[in-house]
């Protein structure tokens, strides 16, 4: 999906959506069908259809696990 540093990422958890920023308490969470959302360093907004799958946040860093439902769908500036 996406390799790099970001600002911010949001996923469609079981629970909700939740957006992770630098410094967020580490987290396991599940994913559902939906969008996640990540802003580049650059201030982009990349967007990915997923399936579902699972994410985890530590020490500053997301690892995304998921089927992706479709390539990148949009790059906003």
Known sequence: MYKGD???V???SLQGPFTMLEHHAAI?????KG???LTDLNN???????NGGFC???ENT????AEVKSE???VKS
């Open 72 to 74: 990148k769908l949009k």
């Open 35 to 37: 969008k996640v959302t």
């Open 44 to 50: 982009e907004t990349h967007e990915f259809a997923i």
């Open 56 to 58: 985890e946040q530590h």
């Open 6 to 8: 970001a600002s911010s």
């Open 10 to 12: 949001t996923v469609p």
């Open 28 to 32: 396991v969470a599940i994913l559902e």
């Open 62 to 65: 997301v690892i995304i696990c």
